[in-house]
Antibody, heavy 121, light 112 residues
């Protein structure tokens, strides 16, 4: 059974870069037909897809965040990572990593437990 | 403002049936992209409830069902139980702006 676990700083200063890592256990991150993504949820608000990386290495980004985000994979560690630059208070959220599929018809399952990142000086 | 529109809240008494709607447009649900549903209990991560419009993952009770028609989809919950009180989100894909996965704004289900 595949499980995902987010890790990273819980507090980031404004204008700095938010960096999170998702560790995948119980399965290979290189397995087709899966993709791997990040989704966030500001306190008391809904879900927002951030980005996805496919097993081929290609990526897809939320247009509203595209200029500030990058996603990468470390197959040797079975991990993938999110970097979000120039953060503001609006980026304060619970960040989830999740497994998707190599299809525009994809759903996200399973999800990590989420990690709260607060942007504050 | 979410690309997919859900009612902010619905409620029902134990044992009743409730439905949650998810309204999209021709660039997402209406374009044929599948709709998926998630349940989020307080303080927990979302859990996949329905995938591919109407399919239930193993472990999800058959009290939960999904359907899709045109530019909309619905989640139905029958035999409402206290443990069903949660936030519910629909999700699909939108082909505009290079394409992206989109969520509804979420619906809070209250069991009276």
């Amino acid at each position: 059974q595949v499980q995902l676990q987010e890790s990273g700083p819980g507090l980031v200063k404004p204008s700095e870069t938010l960096s999170l890592t998702c560790t995948v256990s119980g399965g290979s991150i290189s397995s087709s037909p899966y993709s791997w993504g990040w989704i966030r949820q500001p306190p008391g608000k809904g879900l927002e897809w951030i980005e996805t990386i496919y097993y081929s290495g290609s990526t897809s980004y939320n247009p509203s965040l595209k200029s500030r985000v990058t996603i990468s994979v470390d197959t040797s560690k079975n991990q993938f990572s999110l970097k979000l630059s120039s953060v503001t208070a609006a980026d304060t959220a619970v960040y989830y990593c999740a497994r998707g599929r190599n299809s525009n018809y994809a759903w996200f399952d399973p999800w990590g437990q989420g990690t709260l990142v607060t942007v504050s000086s | 403002q979410s690309v997919l529109t859900q009612p902010p809240s619905v409620s029902g008494a134990p044992g009743q049936r409730v439905t949650i709607s998810c309204t999209g447009s021709r660039s997402n649900i209406g374009a044929g992209y599948d709709v998926h549903w998630y349940q989020q209990l307080p303080g927990t991560a979302p859990r996949l409830l329905i995938y591919g419009n109407s399919n239930r993952p193993s472990g999800v009770p058959d009290r939960f069902s999904g359907s899709k028609s045109g530019t909309s989809a619905s989640l139905a919950i029958t035999g409402l139980q206290a443990e069903d009180e949660a936030d519910y989100y629909c999700q699909s894909y939108d082909s505009r702006l290079s394409g992206s996965w989109v969520f509804g704004g979420g619906t809070k289900l209250t069991v009276l």
